[in-house]
């Protein structure tokens, strides 16, 4: 019978790397066992073919930045969010050029999440450098909403929308909103905190009875189907 070996220690010794450098070309999706990409450094293999990508390249993994269409269910947390982000539902039209891996659903961290109800845009990272982003620029970063509303809106409302009410005892910013269309308002704004455009709504006579995020900052969701991802493209910045 045939030992078992660790994939790296097998392709260490048959391209003669060594163990660092097998594990990343493991790791970048450049390995193949019998035709079948492994991404596993830790993979056993006994007489199974091994091979390596003739175009692989030995760089390490880079962090990537996911943006997510999810919906408006009560219940989506960003552990349940994370578990929908996988090949399947990844978008079509992700133009990124970014090879999927693995390993670019491991240590995501959600960034700016959606209130309760809320659907729309949603950003998982690896990346420190968006983490910090969209945290320590939270009330300087604007973030625009398409709002579905019922009622009546009273006089000088669009007014008081955009510069007026208070939130929990403080005067609110400058924000801007305007109508979209008979039912569904747009808003504009930043430092948004939970229910807070439900209570600006419900200060000039509107029920929300939806709420979706389109925007982070320069980052639009666009055209990402309900329930997909995509990759952050290289040229996008928050």
């Known amino acids: 019978m045939t030992a078992t070996i660790r994939l790296a220690k097998r392709l260490a010794e048959s391209i003669h790397c060594s163990r660092r450098e097998a594990?990343?070309?493991?790791?970048?999706?450049w390995v193949m066992v019998d035709g079948q990409v492994v991404e596993e450094p830790?993979?056993?293999?006994?007489?199974?073919?091994?091979?390596?990508?003739?175009?692989?390249v030995l760089v390490p993994v880079e962090p990537v930045t996911i943006l997510f269409h999810q919906s408006p269910d009560a219940d989506m947390n960003a552990d349940a969010t994370k578990q929908l982000l996988s090949a399947d539902t990844r978008a079509a039209e992700d133009h990124s050029g970014i090879r999927l891996l693995k390993q670019h659903f491991l240590h995501l961290t959600q960034c700016t999440p959606l209130e309760l109800h809320a659907a729309g845009m949603t950003v998982f990272t690896q990346d420190?450098?968006?983490t910090r982003k969209l945290t320590d620029d939270a009330a300087t970063i604007e973030q625009e909403y398409v709002v579905q509303v019922a009622g009546e809106l009273a006089p000088d409302g669009l007014k008081l929308l955009?510069?007026?009410?208070?939130?929990?005892?403080?005067?609110?910013?400058?924000?801007?909103?305007?109508w979209q269309n008979e039912t569904h308002l747009r808003f504009a704004l930043k430092g948004v905190k939970a229910g807070q455009v439900a209570h600006m709504c419900k200060a000039v006579g509107l029920q929300v009875?939806?709420?979706?995020?389109?925007?982070?900052?320069r980052v639009s969701m666009s055209k990402l189907p309900l329930g997909q991802w995509r990759y952050l493209m290289p040229h996008e910045k928050f």
């Open 23 to 29: 594990e990343l070309y493991i790791a970048g999706g």
């Open 42 to 56: 830790q993979f056993m293999v006994s007489g199974q073919k091994v091979e390596l990508h003739p175009e692989a």
């Open 128 to 130: 420190f450098r968006v």
């Open 162 to 178: 955009n510069h007026g009410l208070s939130y929990n005892g403080k005067p609110l910013p400058p924000v801007k909103v305007s």
């Open 209 to 217: 009875l939806a709420l979706k995020r389109l925007r982070i900052g």
